[in-house]
């Protein structure tokens, strides 16, 4: 448990930004690989990445926290907060993205992180949870359902050119 002493999790600040984009990267990088059908990031997605990490930063309906050992970020959550009036719950978090660096995984990272935005989730108020994952990521399965997550909506997806055709996808397009 000597490995927790030394892990703080903390609200991510501008220093961050560097280092939370080369983590978003790496997430894609994994996220790719756990599924070949996701849209895949451009040259310009990577060039503009640093810039929508600090506009994430300054907006006030996103929290991003980092989990940060001996003074290096290992890992982030960020997540927002909405209240609508339309549906019940009247209060929702979403988990928007998280990522913890391979060899720090099974080690208790996540979960503190997660502890940490869902803290805040229960001082704004918030009744319900909810997150995206990618179909695949075995790894993301497993953590999520451990912590209770469970899968209510599924996201579906083809290529147009095929569906007005009526050629059917395979999993290697």
Request: charged content about 30%.
């Amino acid at each position: 448990m000597n490995f927790m002493k030394n892990l703080l999790v903390r609200r991510a600040t501008y220093s961050d930004v560097e280092k939370l984009t080369e983590l978003r990267i790496l997430l894609q990088q994994h996220s790719e690989k756990s599924n070949s059908l996701i849209w895949r990031i451009t040259a310009e997605g990577k060039a503009l990445l640093r810039e929508k990490v600090e506009n994430e930063l300054v907006d006030a309906k996103r929290h991003t926290f980092v989990a940060e050992m001996n003074g290096e970020i290992i890992g982030f959550i960020q997540g927002e907060v909405e209240k609508r009036t339309d549906y019940f719950p009247r209060t929702v978090g979403s988990i928007s993205t998280a990522y913890v660096v391979g060899n720090f995984r099974r080690k208790g990272v996540g979960r503190m992180l997660v502890k940490r935005l869902c803290e805040f989730f229960s001082s704004e108020g918030v009744e319900d949870v909810t997150l995206r994952y990618i179909i695949g990521n075995k790894e993301a399965e497993r953590f999520w359902e451990k912590l209770g997550f469970q899968p209510v909506i599924t996201t579906a997806k083809t290529v147009l050119d095929r569906l007005k055709s009526g050629t059917s996808v395979s999993n290697s397009a």
